[in-house]
């Protein structure tokens, strides 16, 4: 296969909801370096008018070496740059979602333990069709209508270049090509509705997609959502799809189709992040690694990332905030002045001893992504208000304290998350002492360490064959990678290489420094395994029928009639996720009443559970209110939705749950959004994280 001479970067893009405008002095842009806004204290992600910024993606076009390598960035002075963008929703059309259907399949990657099919602890579960009752009339009677097309929202592609420079992806749900009357609309006594997608915009040769403003609705105004992932009658504009290019040089004398998986990137909007700087405890990007089976040398860089990132959880989540958390044990050892046996082996025989205790300490703290013990507390059943008498009581509960992809199994040890068994494998190695440690590290605590290892993010984007792979690795770093129940952006097929036409290692080293590298799990070329346009055209509307299960996963694994399912066209993406998107989100929070501790939370890092309100944050400022009355402020955490009036969204038993589902269709965009903020109170962090949901100060 010859290489391309140019691609698309980043080669996956994010983009968020938000019902601000879609400008780019209006809207915030995906990040474009691995880490380099988790201190920012500037930053304002709601407009002057009180509404919640877009993030919005921008593209760019890469010159490449005779091995596909990214060279620099080309530039509209040398070609006229034409861009294209499809994307499509599917979510009405495709299934339910239970849970991940290949937690009954044997993986053959470092992101899924084998004790999910030997040992049955968490058997995927079949799903129905979505809108049940919308029938392809064509398995009844010869020429008969199918009404399941027009479940799919799939505008045409649009254009836009320097003379064409702005477009709005005007969709519509139920969906028919061009100007004919919506069959299932008619059906239903209704019209079709405007349902756009997003707009693409030309800006001096780059490409700009920003997404749509995170409406939802049902096409009956009766039909209340009252299922965290499954609605009927329902649609949204989330969307997902191909960006595409056409370049021509100046001269006229060559031109190239950027149209194809190596050389075309994808765009995905998704809901609001709403913590931007706290990272998840997984990313996408460790799944995507693990796919690979690719191994590494052991060294810190590969499991301090982990670490930092659970230590952060502690502005979103009470319970990575109190004790027992991974928190309290990082602050514990820089008090005693220990923090140094992190990176330390230690020099003398006591020192060693002490550092090797101490590494053996921490790796004891978390899951085993094996599974190989049952006897973890209990997750009851959301028929269940009570967790006492939880589990056998043989076994602590183990680190993250997150509910994993088993949840439906009460008793299933894979209720709890646990972090990759790629990352566990390289947490082992480090406990064993298999890491070199620089002769300059000196940090007194994690936070030190943390910025340390941001400043190798940043040096590699100065280098520019380097900057457009940290582009896509920071985009999927701002992904959850597990659990998955459907998860926040994308789900479980993404932890599969058959996802990808390409995943490969580049560099293996994200950034050298003083003699020195650091891996990071390195730089990498991923690229979607999409369908080609004639492959698209026999694809788009596959499904498995009425229902689909495991078995079918099995079988498209295998070259054969089913493998179209790992050939990507637009809008399969998302299509797993739940419908509206707000009642997955909203629903999304703390398992249990709030008495009960540790409390199991869903995905903090981007949808917060408890958090610093903003009216706290403004006491800790006022110099006349006592230190004292001050740490008491900072310890008071409020319900991350009680930041406005979205009613109590948390546990499915509980009797304001289907209030907050509905509820959270028009209140998600004045909900808070966790900002870093700086402060200077006594015995406090000099930078704090505080949900704003107005004019931020």
């Not at 509404?51 to 960035?73: N, S, T, V």
């Not at 592609?157 to 709005?168: D, F, L, P, T, Y």
């Not at 003083?514 to 991923?526: A, S, V």
Request: charged letters at 25%; one cysteine or more.
């Amino acid at each position: 296969m010859s290489q391309p001479k140019f691609r698309i970067y980043p080669s996956i893009g994010i983009a968020r909801m938000g019902n601000g405008p879609a400008t780019k002095d209006q809207v915030i842009f995906s990040p474009e370096v691995p880490w380099e806004n988790l201190y920012d204290t500037q930053q304002n992600y709601i407009t002057e008018d009180g509404a919640l910024k877009k993030q919005a993606q921008r593209f760019y076009i890469y010159e490449c070496d005779d091995d596909g390598k990214p060279i620099c960035a080309i530039s509209e002075e040398d070609y006229d740059i034409h861009w294209s963008v499809e994307v499509a929703n599917k979510k009405p059309f495709w299934y339910d979602f239970n849970n991940s259907l290949d937690l009954s399949v044997v993986a053959d990657n470092q992101n899924l333990s084998p004790n999910f099919v030997e040992k049955n602890i968490a058997p995927g579960v079949g799903a129905k069709r979505r809108n049940p009752n919308v029938l392809d009339q064509g398995i009844r009677q010869e020429g008969g209508y199918d009404y399941r097309k027009e479940l799919v929202n799939s505008p045409d592609a649009v254009a836009v270049n320097a003379s064409h420079k702005r477009q709005e992806i005007r969709g519509k749900f139920p969906f028919t090509k061009g100007k004919a009357l919506s069959l299932l609309a008619k059906s239903l006594h209704t019209n079709a509705k405007q349902v756009n997608l997003g707009t693409a915009e030309y800006d001096d040769g780059t490409l700009i997609f920003y997404p749509a403003d995170g409406i939802s609705a049902s096409l009956n105004p009766s039909d209340l959502n009252t299922d965290f992932a499954d609605n009927s009658n329902w649609y949204d504009d989330i969307c997902d799809g191909r960006i595409t290019a056409t370049i021509k040089s100046k001269d006229g004398k060559t031109e190239y189709q950027l149209t194809d998986s190596e050389s075309a990137a994808w765009v995905a909007s998704a809901p609001p992040d709403y913590a931007p700087q706290i990272q998840p405890i997984s990313t996408m990007f460790d799944l995507v690694c693990g796919a690979a089976n690719d191994t590494y040398e052991p060294e810190l860089s590969l499991v301090f990332p982990m670490m930092y990132r659970l230590y952060r959880m502690q502005w979103v989540n009470l319970g990575d905030f109190l004790s027992p958390s991974f928190k309290e044990t990082m602050d514990k050892l820089a008090k005693e002045k220990k923090f140094k046996y992190i990176y330390d082996k230690g020099n003398t025989p006591e020192e060693r001893k002490e550092a090797t205790e101490i590494r053996e300490m921490i790796f004891h703290l978390f899951r085993n992504p094996i599974y190989n013990y049952d006897n973890e507390p209990i997750i009851p059943s959301k028929d269940m208000t009570n967790i006492n008498n939880r589990g056998s009581g043989t076994e602590e509960l183990k680190l993250p304290y997150y509910p994993g992809d088993g949840i439906d199994y009460p008793g299933s040890p894979a209720q709890w998350f646990a972090i990759p068994p790629m990352i566990y494998e390289e947490l082992r190695k480090w406990k064993d002492g298999e890491f070199e440690t620089p002769d300059s590290f000196d940090f007194k605590n994690i936070n030190q360490m943390g910025r340390f290892y941001r400043k190798r993010f940043k040096q590699a984007a100065k280098d520019e064959a380097r900057k457009p792979l940290l582009m896509t690795r920071a985009v999927l770093e701002t992904l959850y990678g597990g659990g998955f129940h459907p998860g926040v952006e994308l789900t479980w097929p993404m932890r599969h290489n058959l996802m990808y036409a390409e995943n490969k290692m580049i560099y293996p080293w994200v950034s050298e420094h003083k003699n020195y590298t650091y891996g990071f799990y390195g730089l990498r070329e991923i690229r979607l395994n999409t369908a080609s346009p004639e492959e698209q055209k026999e694809i788009f509307y596959n499904d498995f029928g009425f229902q689909m299960d495991s078995d079918n996963i099995k079988a498209s694994m295998k070259k054969g009639a089913d493998h179209w399912l790992w050939k990507t066209t637009p809008g399969d993406l998302t299509k797993w996720m739940g419908i509206p998107w707000q009642s997955d989100a909203g629903s999304c929070q703390a398992v249990f009443v709030e008495k009960q501790y540790p409390i199991p939370s869903w995905w903090a890092a981007n949808l917060p559970v408890q958090v610093l309100p903003e009216d706290a944050y403004h006491k800790l400022l006022d110099p006349t209110i006592l230190l004292e009355t001050k740490h008491n402020i900072y310890a008071s955490r409020l319900a991350w939705l009680h930041t406005t009036d979205t009613g109590f969204i948390g546990y499915h038993a509980e009797g304001g749950y289907m209030n907050g589902l509905i509820n959270m269709v028009y209140k998600w965009k004045d909900i808070g959004v966790v900002t870093g903020r700086r402060l200077h109170v006594k015995g406090l962090p000099k930078i704090v994280y505080v949900a704003f949901n107005g004019k931020q100060s």
